[in-house]
């Protein structure tokens, strides 16, 4: 094998050494393959990972890379009698590339950094615990709760949205991504145009793809997205539907300027379209000022209000609600009846419980300020180890630093070699529509333990970009 060899063949002919050892047999080191075959690290790391995603191999950090138990590779065919469906299902497949991870879960000891929740330590366990607990022992507790959410749960959510919304506008969900799924579905047919924030949400991406509309994307800059291009999106594309993130953007934490909400909501109010206004970070500042919503100062029912409490409170706390104003509201109620009927009443009494007592704002106050000191723990770790990164920010909110790469490295090649040393974070272009125009991580400080896991996470990864070498593959 020479310098040419690509990743792909190294893969082959580590299926082939696979194919005779036993499960738990451990694989030559990267050190010893790159002798032995005459490559890069990079063509390594690539080759592990390929081979770690089709489940033909594990990755233990600090100690090797390992036979997995299963070793049936993914081109193996097996005869199940099933062919008849590929011509059964058409050309409905729901893309997941963007969202599901290429490398397959960590193993134990990695330093998780591309997560989208908070640690355990920074949730509010005992008081949800107790919350569900005293809304199970309700005498209506398994009750049929309506259709629309508990008429209380409701109010509260319109409480914080602001403005003149009221109850009646509120449309509770199973979480922010079952919104997602309700709006792209009620507002837009399949075939549609969305315009979109270039980078975004990859599971937006997946849920517009998923009901058959065409993300096209339009630049942000550090004052958020620009309306001037955003004019010339709708113009050309003939777009009836905006899909952002104003405050605290996913993944760059960008907060959409003053003099510039005014502007998107009338540029799109000018083209006929709806703005769905994505606010999953509403809870998650960390510690100044948060600006209102863009529904609460839209008279015209452009924007269709997207929030949820997983993020601040806990994953399993699957509840977010959609306001919106009009026939519009009609038609989510009917998608949402038509998919699940309602939320299972418990979780939302106990996210009532949540909201409605004192402790929700201490709660708020306490992650705010944690928050803010990971995230400059994290900032001085990443210029400390990776020179010549670039960081966006630093953010005033939000889990993540958005990080552009020094110039020639890959991030898909660098994610690789990271999990190789024990940290996982998200490659950058999993966050483009299209092409992205530089290589991007996107590094949560907010799911690990402390902060000298944070550090030592740096650490690792400011390792992996070593590892590499000059040439990256």
């Known amino acids: 094998m020479n310098d ?27 050190r010893e393959l790159i002798k032995e075959y005459r490559v890069g690290p990079a063509t390594v790391a690539r080759a592990i990972a390929a081979l770690a995603a089709e489940g033909a191999v594990v990755t233990r950090p600090g100690s090797g890379t390992y036979v997995a138990q299963r070793t049936r590779l993914r081109d193996e ?16 497949a729901v893309d997941t ?14 330093i998780t950094m591309d ?39 409701r109010t509260v959510f319109a409480r914080i949205v602001g403005g003149s919304v009221g109850p009646e506008d509120v449309l509770v969900t199973a979480g922010g991504q079952s919104a997602l799924s309700i709006a792209f579905r009620a507002v837009a047919g399949p075939g549609s ?22 993300p096209v994307p339009v630049p942000l800059d550090a004052d958020g997205l620009r309306p001037d291009m955003l004019a010339d999106a709708f113009a050309m594309t003939g777009a009836r539907l905006l899909y952002c993130q104003p405050t605290f953007q996913n993944p760059t934490g960008t907060v959409l300027a003053p003099e510039r909400r005014q502007q998107i909501l009338d540029v799109a109010r000018a ?22 919503p863009l529904v609460a100062d839209d008279r015209d029912g452009t924007v269709v209000h997207i929030t ?16 919106a104003r009009g026939p519009v509201m009609e038609r989510m109620r009917a998608v949402r009846l038509v998919d699940d009927f309602f939320v299972t009443r418990p979780l939302q009494e106990a996210a009532l419980e949540v909201l409605s007592s004192p402790s929700w704002d201490r709660h708020v106050r306490s992650l705010g300020t944690a928050l803010r000191g990971r995230c400059a723990v994290l900032t001085a770790a990443i210029t400390r180890e990776i020179p010549g990164a670039t960081l966006a920010g630093p953010p005033t909110g939000g889990l993540h630093l958005w990080v552009r790469l020094p110039a020639g490295v890959d991030d898909t090649v660098l994610t690789g070699a990271a999990r190789q040393r024990g940290v996982a974070v998200s490659a950058g272009s999993r966050y483009f529509a299209t092409e992205p125009p530089a290589a991007h991580l996107r590094i949560g400080f907010a799911a690990t333990a402390d902060h000298a896991e944070l550090a030592e996470g740096a650490r690792r990864l400011g390792a992996a970009l070593t590892d590499l070498g000059p040439r990256n593959g």
Not at 77 to 92: I, K
Not at 97 to 110: F, M, Q, Y
Not at 138 to 150: I, K, M, S, T, V
């Open 77 to 92: 065919v097996s005869d199940t009698g099933t062919d008849w469906q590929t011509v059964a299902l058409t050309d409905r």
């Open 4 to 30: 040419g060899s690509t990743s792909g063949e190294l893969a082959d002919s580590l299926r082939a050494l696979i194919s005779r050892l036993s499960p738990g047999d451990r694989l030559p080191s990267s």
């Open 308 to 323: 949820s409490l997983t993020k601040p409170a806990a994953p399993s706390l699957r509840i977010g609600a959609l306001v």
């Open 271 to 292: 083209s006929g379209a709806f703005v769905i206004e994505d606010d999953f970070a509403r809870h998650l500042g960390h510690g100044g000022a948060v600006p209102r």
């Open 193 to 214: 145009p969305v315009l979109v924030e270039s980078p975004t949400y990859p599971r937006a991406l997946a849920a517009a793809r998923a009901a058959g509309l065409r």
């Open 97 to 110: 590339h963007l969202i599901v991870d290429p490398l397959g879960p960590p193993p134990a000891g990695t």
């Open 115 to 153: 997560g989208g929740y908070v640690h355990r330590s920074l949730q509010p366990t005992r008081a949800l615990s107790a919350a569900l607990a005293r809304a199970a022992r309700r005498p209506d507790a398994w009750d049929r709760a309506p259709a629309g959410g508990l008429t209380a749960l």
